[in-house]
């Protein structure tokens, strides 16, 4: 079974410029979870989508939005790009067949750098 | 809130040696606990999870870890390490059925030395 995949793997970008990740799941699981990594903040969770309503937000401000498709393909997109969201952004999906015991699996992630 | 703690931000062993990474938690119920690895430009890899049960899991290449209430920790062992193991190591606590999120500690990374 393929794992989590994210397009685009890399993209630099420049201030005030938006951007938008793709991740598709693996194949049968509904749940994704979208999360920001970098040096000095560490891994952060950004927003949970589940049959294509966002459950879940962390504490990230407006301009960074998601959204979920019919086949549980997500994206995210982050408006007026900043300096500060240079990041390796991680997608996980996980099934949910058993809610108690699940497990998210992580893509190789979209390295973002913001010129 | 939910936590995690890992004091140790950068760990050195020999190859051959065994390993112990810290992680401790904080968090108002029954946690579900995980440890991820990270290789350098890559996602991260599950290792091993805790729901309940056994307090001593078995994950994959040779990792363990303990669950263990009273400290609210769960520090993940290998008897002998691997040149291969060397990477960032992740412990992260899961919420409630219903709640996805992850809260990640600030990671160990591991340098194994020959």
């Known amino acids: 079974k393929a794992g989590v995949t994210q397009t685009p793997r890399y993209l630099i970008k420049t201030r005030g410029q938006q951007v938008t990740l793709s991740c598709s799941p693996i194949s049968g699981h509904r749940s994704v979870s979208w999360y920001q990594q970098t040096p000095g903040q560490g891994l952060q969770f950004l927003f949970e989508?589940?049959?294509?309503?966002?459950?879940n937000k962390g504490n990230f401000p407006g301009r960074f939005s998601g959204r979920q498709f019919s086949n549980s393909r997500s994206e995210m997109n982050v408006s007026t790009l900043e300096l500060g969201d240079s990041a390796l952004y991680l997608c996980a999906s996980s099934s949910l067949r058993a809610r108690a015991t699940d497990t998210q699996y992580f893509g190789p992630g979209t390295r973002l750098t913001v010129l | 809130a939910q936590s995690v703690t890992q004091p140790d931000i950068h760990i050195t062993v020999s190859e051959g040696a065994s390993l112990e990474l810290r992680c401790n938690y904080s968090?108002?119920?029954?946690?579900?606990l995980f440890w991820y690895v990270q290789s350098p430009g890559q996602g991260l890899q599950l290792l091993l999870k805790y729901f309940s049960g056994d307090t001593l899991v078995q994950g994959i290449k040779g990792f363990e870890a303990e669950f263990k209430r009273s400290q609210s920790s769960f520090n993940l062992r290998k008897p002998s390490v691997h040149w291969s193991d060397a990477a960032e190591y992740f412990c992260?606590?899961?919420?409630?059925?219903?709640?996805?999120?992850?809260?990640f500690g600030t990671g160990t990374r591991l340098t194994i030395i020959p």
């Open positions: 989508y589940f049959s294509e309503t966002q459950r």
């Open positions: 992260a606590v899961g919420g409630l059925a219903g709640n996805e999120k992850l809260t």
């Open positions: 968090y108002g119920a029954t946690p579900y």
